[in-house]
């Protein structure tokens, strides 16, 4: 009998959602349920759920009453699933044949695997493929210490389309309702220092869709950015890293490493100068080293290219050494 429920939270993707399930519900072994949680959408999404519900059996639609937003609904959606195994899968993305299959395998041979994921393959809104994302793993497990150690420099997967161990997402106590940016990276850190794991198995076995950002929306939310990374820290990575007696100086480096890339965006025009003064107080709190201090000085005054330039040469290092090491 198949243990793995797909969870689906879904707010205005009529254009996409009905391609999303049907994915979901065409894998071989298929899913024991798909849960979908359409968060009061205004377009035609709940018709097409409806319509799918009809004729998919394993489909199970919940239309919430009220607006839970993009913390809350993803944390409900899971939280209803009842099987071992469960993939949170947003709606305008794609499993592919083998998702299931793959991934369920993986979790079986690494029983402290936490969760499993893949590579992906990175398509636009029109589903025209624009890379392929793969990790640099030599092992298909890795312990919760390693994950949590790694997790310091940042999310560590392909995309965020995760097949959870449901014990594991009990023992992170889920989705942060009250995030509204990285409530993924937070429950990634809660899972490997609750004592799990992962399992990374290097096939592309899902498409995740990357949208155009269209009138700066992603950059305008810089602010809420910025306070999802300092929660983050405070919250889990900082605490989990003191828990163990690890050195906490690697964590502040981190955290005025981020601090400085976000400072960034107090030169860009988008924002008015009193969004600029309450984003210079977010960075500040995420640190305030006298680099970031240095940084935020910099941007502000039009002399950014000095840290634009070092961060471009520093990507640039990145590459080619992983470039190297495929060879």
Same mark, same amino acid.
């Given at each position: 009998?198949?243990?793995?429920?797909?969870?689906?939270?879904?707010?205005?993707?009529?254009?996409?959602?009905?391609?999303?399930?049907?994915?979901?519900?065409?894998?071989?072994?298929?899913?024991?349920?798909? /849960? *979908?949680?359409?968060?009061?959408?205004?377009? &035609?999404?709940?018709?097409?759920?409806?319509?799918?519900?009809?004729?998919?059996? /394993?489909?199970? +639609? /919940?239309?919430?009453?009220?607006?839970?937003? *993009?913390?809350?609904?993803?944390?409900?959606?899971? !939280?209803?699933?009842?099987?071992?195994? +469960?993939?949170?899968?947003?709606?305008?993305?794609?499993?592919?044949?083998?998702?299931?299959?793959?991934?369920?395998?993986?979790?079986?041979?690494?029983?402290?695997? &936490?969760?499993?994921?893949?590579?992906?393959?990175?398509? $636009?809104?029109?589903?025209?493929?624009?890379?392929? !994302?793969?990790?640099? #793993?030599?092992?298909?497990?890795?312990? =919760?210490?390693?994950?949590?150690?790694?997790?310091?420099?940042?999310?560590?997967?392909?995309?965020?389309?995760?097949?959870?161990?449901?014990?594991?997402?009990?023992?992170?106590?889920?989705?942060?309702?009250?995030?509204?940016?990285?409530?993924?990276?937070?429950?990634?850190?809660?899972? =490997?220092?609750?004592?799990?794991?992962?399992?990374?198995?290097?096939? /592309?076995?899902?498409?995740?869709?990357?949208?155009?950002?269209?009138?700066?929306?992603?950059?305008?939310?810089?602010?809420?950015?910025?306070?999802?990374?300092?929660?983050?820290?405070?919250? #889990?990575?900082?605490?989990?890293?003191?828990?163990?007696?690890?050195?906490?100086?690697?964590?502040?480096?981190? !955290?005025?490493?981020?601090? #400085?890339?976000?400072?960034?965006?107090?030169?860009?025009?988008?924002?008015?100068?009193?969004?600029?003064?309450?984003?210079?107080?977010?960075?500040?709190?995420?640190?305030?080293?006298?680099?970031?201090?240095?940084?935020? %000085?910099?941007?502000?005054?039009?002399? &950014?290219?000095?840290? $634009?330039?070092?961060?471009?040469?520093?990507?640039?290092?990145?590459?080619?050494? %992983? %470039?190297?090491?495929? !060879?």
């Amino acid at each position: 009998m198949n243990k793995v429920t797909i969870c689906i939270p879904t707010y205005n993707q009529e254009d996409y959602v009905e391609k999303t399930i049907r994915s979901a519900a065409s894998q071989i072994p298929p899913p024991c349920e798909i /849960i *979908v949680s359409n968060d009061c959408s205004t377009d &035609g999404t709940a018709a097409i759920l409806d319509n799918l519900a009809k004729e998919i059996e /394993i489909l199970k +639609v /919940i239309h919430q009453p009220v607006n839970l937003g *993009v913390g809350r609904n993803p944390d409900t959606c899971l !939280r209803l699933a009842e099987s071992e195994y +469960v993939v949170k899968l947003d709606s305008d993305d794609i499993l592919l044949p083998g998702y299931i299959a793959s991934l369920s395998a993986a979790l079986d041979r690494n029983p402290r695997a &936490g969760y499993a994921h893949g590579a992906v393959r990175e398509i $636009d809104e029109n589903g025209k493929q624009i890379r392929l !994302r793969k990790l640099y #793993r030599n092992k298909e497990y890795q312990d =919760a210490d390693t994950t949590l150690r790694n997790a310091l420099s940042g999310y560590r997967v392909a995309a965020n389309i995760l097949m959870f161990r449901k014990e594991a997402l009990e023992a992170a106590n889920f989705v942060n309702p009250t995030m509204h940016f990285a409530e993924d990276y937070y429950l990634n850190v809660s899972i =490997a220092d609750a004592g799990f794991g992962n399992a990374y198995v290097p096939e /592309i076995l899902s498409e995740y869709r990357v949208w155009e950002d269209v009138g700066n929306t992603r950059n305008k939310r810089k602010q809420v950015e910025v306070e999802g990374l300092i929660t983050v820290f405070e919250e #889990r990575i900082q605490p989990a890293f003191q828990k163990r007696g690890w050195d906490i100086s690697k964590v502040a480096s981190r !955290r005025a490493e981020l601090a #400085r890339r976000q400072a960034s965006a107090l030169s860009w025009s988008i924002f008015s100068e009193e969004e600029k003064e309450s984003l210079e107080k977010a960075i500040l709190r995420l640190s305030d080293a006298p680099s970031v201090t240095l940084a935020i %000085k910099c941007y502000r005054n039009n002399l &950014g290219f000095v840290y $634009d330039l070092r961060k471009n040469m520093t990507g640039f290092l990145k590459s080619a050494v %992983k %470039k190297v090491a495929l !060879r």
